[in-house]
């Protein structure tokens, strides 16, 4: 069974960075063709992708927050680090991570989702 | 706004069919790629409901279906429940953008 679990902060200053953790069991990141992935959502407004890192350390950004991000993976520890910098309070978001199966890239899904953690940016 | 288009809301009553589209554009949906539907229950995270156009993950109903055409897919439910209600999200893979991409999200309400 795969599971995966979020940590973070749940509130951080406008301009500072936020380093947000995904730990994860039940598969490996070894494993050929896999790969973890971070999505967030602000209250009541759609998902939106944000990073993911493939097996092979293959790391892919979303365009529009690409100067923003960084996202790691420790393979021994079982889990993936998502970096944001200068947060705003657009900001504000429940963030996830999720695991995607081996699929040709353009067909990958996110299957399963971690319960997802709330990050607030305000002074 | 978002890459891929759905109504913001659908509704039906229990025991009906209904249907939430997505529309996207020849850089996603048209250029072959997946599409993917997820349901996100009141509170919770979004749980897989459809993967590769039109199959199911274990467990879930045949009540729910997939189905991809041109540059637009679609979400069936059959035989409406009342815990079906839920927000409904399509994605996709942008080639223009090289970034997974995600529908708006629908609404759905059982009356």
């Known amino acids: 069974q795969i599971t995966l679990k979020e940590s973070g902060p749940t509130l951080v200053k406008p301009t500072q960075t936020l380093t947000l953790t995904c730990s994860f069991s039940?598969?490996?990141?070894?494993?050929?063709?896999?790969?973890v992935g971070w999505i967030r959502q602000p209250p009541g407004k759609a998902l939106e992708w944000l990073a993911l890192i493939y097996w092979d350390d293959d790391k892919r950004y979303s365009p529009s927050l690409k100067r923003r991000l960084t996202i790691t993976k420790d393979t021994s520890k079982n889990q993936v680090v998502l970096t944001m910098t200068n947060l705003d309070p657009v900001d504000t978001a429940t963030y996830y991570c999720?695991?995607?199966?081996?699929?040709?890239?353009?067909?990958?899904?996110?299957?399963?989702w971690g319960q997802g953690t709330l990050v607030i940016v305000s002074s | 706004q978002s890459v891929l288009t759905q109504p913001p809301s659908v509704s039906g009553a229990p025991g009906q069919r209904v249907t939430i589209s997505c529309t996207g554009s020849s850089s996603n949906i048209g250029a072959t790629y997946a599409v993917h539907w997820y349901q996100q229950l009141p509170g919770t995270a979004p749980k897989l409901l459809i993967y590769g156009n039109r199959n199911r993950p274990s467990g879930v109903p045949d009540r729910f279906s997939g189905s991809k055409s041109g540059t637009s897919a679609s979400l069936a439910i059959t035989g409406l429940q009342a815990e079906d209600e839920a927000d409904y999200y399509c994605?996709?893979?942008?080639?223009?953008?090289?970034?997974?991409?995600f529908g708006g999200g629908t609404k759905l309400t059982v009356l």
């Open positions: 999720a695991h995607l199966p081996a699929a040709d890239t353009g067909w990958n899904w996110f299957d399963p």
């Open positions: 039940g598969f490996s990141l070894s494993t050929s063709g896999v790969a």
């Open positions: 994605q996709s893979y942008d080639s223009s953008l090289s970034a997974w991409v």
